[in-house]
């Protein structure tokens, strides 16, 4: 048991958004803590298109995505955020006294006064191949993620991609398989080019069958796989295998979020315009995944969201307490915060 | 304005006059061509706007960069004239273009 975490604001998603967010809460004292599924900060920015120019920050005429992200973990810094990657919020609840405890697919447990959803176009999942009747063999023969490598030992294994999880599964997973196959549309690879050779090795020794393709059908019975149909350039050919591996990408769903009991508006959730709140008070959406009159996904207006969500915490957190607007320029209580005076 | 056509899975034609320089998504999602999703909104970070040129009209079009050729791994029923349609830009040439929407997106 790794007990309770406890923070202020347990911010949902660890984008531009939930960033920014820790800038704004901290001025007003709020300790946040980010908890996201990537690996690491800055959500879609970081997992899509770090390098593609963003044009629209107000100041920046251009900075690639993850030049953002640095400089909203650079500004957020003086706060010292806490951060949980690799983990997504299971569940949510609302404790006697107001306040939530919130649990991850992990099982640690986090209580918080204020809880901000501000997770972009959903959590990162590992996409569903385009093979027709792969879902009654989901989670018995066939694993979107390698989560015990001894779970595949002694099986006729299938990896499905081109990209750095399906090489890397399939060097790492060679030696315990009883036999292994790669198959991937075309002989480029997105992989590591040191991977690409080593498996190109492994197949001239007959250590693994490397076939272009694309999975097309499965056989089996009960959830137990016994085969892949896979076409290929010179037709359709019959893979044996009992354990399928299909690395596909990310995608983004709304998950978990769907349960926590907000009104949801087309996977959205809908916020009032002055406080960001949801039908949940204490439950704040900003960023894209949250919907009002006019919104606009911009990052930007997730910012000004942002903002103003954050004026709302605090008189959550700190109910009676007097909140003086103050301006970083020239307040030195804020400078000292940021740590610049 | 340059004349695109549609043709959706159930064989029902979308014509449709596009400007210049707009993708060839863009103006699907417009005329709301069914079964282009366009989930990434056209970063070519997703391939749920893949298309297939019509033969006729494939070397016009011209071949996927390397990056597009990357995410059309991630498509479903890939054939040499598949190409995700937020890549293809509108223009004079492509006057009078035949795309052919996948059964599903991937």
Known sequence: MSGITKTDVLIVGAGPVGLFAVFELGLLDLKCHLIDILDRPGGQCAELYPEKPIYDIPGWPSISAQGLVDKLMEQAAPFKPDF???RMVSALERREDGSFRLTTDENEVFEAKVVVIAAGGGSFQPKRPPIPGIEPYEGTSVFYLVRR???FRGHDLLIVGGGDSALDWTLNLQPIAKS??????RPEFRAAPDSVNKMYALQETKHLDFQIGQVSGLKGTDGQLSGAIVKGPDGDVEIACTRLLPFFGLTMKLGPIADWGLNLDENL???DTEKFETSEPGIFAIGDINTYPGKLKLILSGFHEAAL?????KRIVSPGERIVFQYTTSSSSLQKKLGVN | MTKLTYIAHDGTHFDVEAENGSTVMENAIRNAVPGIEAECGGACACATCH???DEAWKDIVGEPEAMEEDMLDFAYDVQPNSRLSCQIRVRDELDGLVVRVP????
């Open chain 1, 84 to 86: 949980t990657f690799n």
């Open chain 1, 149 to 151: 490598m001894e779970d």
């Open chain 1, 180 to 185: 292994i196959t790669l198959v991937h549309r």
């Open chain 1, 269 to 271: 959730i809908p916020v």
């Open chain 1, 309 to 313: 969500m954050a004026q709302a915490a």
């Open chain 2, 51 to 53: 298309v297939y040129v």
């Open chain 2, 103 to 106: 059964e599903r997106q991937g």
